[in-house]
């Protein structure tokens, strides 16, 4: 539930950075070039410089980027540079690829595909072996995580990340679940592990709030890219940055065409699937998996099934495979013992509450790899399995 503090979300902020200077030792931001991670960096500069205090930033570079978003963080950094500790790294990271069933996951930096890069690395970006905990083809979940507990060095720290609660259900629940550990009480900190916090300071803030700190702020820095979304007739609630072929993100993969024709181009040569990507992905039906799907007259949707698994390639088949077998094994054994129904209502489908083969199509339309939409979830990868390996030999 919601609650007035009293003060505005800007007031509140403050607040919370400041609790995030008293009480930790060590305090680093994470930092995109997005709208919301810049006024986070605008803010937590604004009390550094009263502390007289250094702050790390970690800028984890996907290689497939607005030109205008690097440019902005190349401003920000210059601008900052007397008072932050740099860590932009530019790491072979193991990314979703949402656009074509042939290429399920890219590699941002892969060194082999070094000639068709979208950009080169920046000047500034670190040497990877001067972090040892990455692991070649990290994701980029693990990788972030593993950051804060290094540049925590055994000491308390405050990982500050600009995400806004509005934006997604998941982002809610990384504010508002009930059982997670905080420090103080705060309902804005979650315990990542060691003597690490991820601290939200602007999780309650609305789009508006961001653009009325840039208002009130004129001299301070932003993305001039939102300025192109806009005038391209982009609503502002759904003005994103990420990296551009992941299953959400590739929904603005148009975008690029007409606010940067140049990266566009670069784009559609790094990773495949990209312009057919750009010209359905607002479709509905059959051809995205999204809304409501049709089977051939002839075909039950377990048969449906099993077509589009035969029209998949074999790696990509066998992983769908494995990922069903737990799905169907999984309902089994909540009471499925005769199987798995060709369909169920669609009320109790959309919400996960029964299983069918109806929404194992789906999943194969949409292109879900990890069959996020049949309750599964991502697991850890591999780089991250050697990680810890190696951390336990060591402390061994």
């Not at 003597?195 to 820095?221: G, M, Q, S, V």
Request: hydrophobic share 35%; charged share 30%; proline share 4%.
């Amino acid at each position: 539930m919601k609650r007035l503090l009293g003060i505005n979300v800007f007031e509140a902020a403050q607040q919370r950075i400041n609790y995030s200077f008293d009480n930790f030792e060590r305090v680093y931001l994470s930092f995109s070039g997005g709208k919301d991670s810049s006024v986070m960096f605008h803010l937590t500069m604004m009390e550094a410089k009263k502390r007289n205090r250094k702050v790390g930033v970690l800028i984890v570079d996907l290689e497939a980027q607005y030109k205008m978003t690097i440019e902005h963080i190349e401003e920000m950094v210059d601008m900052y540079k007397d008072y932050i500790e740099l860590h932009w790294l530019c790491f072979p990271l193991l990314l979703r690829n949402a656009v074509t069933v042939f290429e399920p996951r890219w590699i941002a930096w892969e060194e082999s595909k070094k000639d068709i890069w979208v950009r080169n690395k920046p000047k500034l970006s670190a040497n990877n072996e001067d972090y040892p905990f990455y692991q070649p083809e990290m994701e980029f979940e693990e990788l972030i995580i593993l950051f804060g507990l290094w540049y925590a060095q055994g000491k308390t720290c405050a990982g500050l990340i600009g995400i806004r609660a509005d934006e997604s259900l998941n982002r809610y629940r990384t504010v508002a679940v009930f059982d997670k550990k905080m420090h103080g009480g705060n309902r804005y900190t979650t315990y990542i592990g060691d003597e690490l916090y991820n601290i939200y300071p602007i999780y309650d803030w609305k789009t508006e709030d961001i653009w009325r700190f840039h208002a009130k702020f004129k001299d301070l820095p932003n993305n001039k890219i939102y300025d192109q979304m806009h005038k391209a007739g982009v609503p502002v609630s759904q003005q994103r940055l990420c990296q551009p072929y992941g299953d959400d993100q590739k929904r603005g993969l148009w975008l690029y065409h007409i606010l940067e024709p140049e990266t566009w181009f670069k784009l559609i040569a790094r990773v495949n699937g990209v312009n057919s990507g750009a010209l359905y992905v607002q479709e509905s039906g059959n051809i995205t998996g999204s809304n409501k799907i049709s089977k051939p007259d002839n075909h039950t949707w377990k048969s449906f099934c099993n077509l589009l698994l035969k029209s998949l390639p074999k790696k990509n088949r066998d992983h769908y495979i494995k990922r069903f077998r737990v799905f169907i094994k999984g309902w089994r054994a909540r009471g499925y013992e005769d199987g798995i129904p060709d369909e169920a209502p669609k009320i109790l489908e959309d919400k996960q509450w029964a299983p069918s083969w109806r929404r194992m199509c789906k999943v194969l339309l949409r292109n879900d790899h990890w069959c996020k939409g049949l309750g599964l979830t991502q697991p850890k990868s591999e780089a991250y399995a050697r990680y810890l390996k190696i951390k336990k030999e060591k402390i061994a």
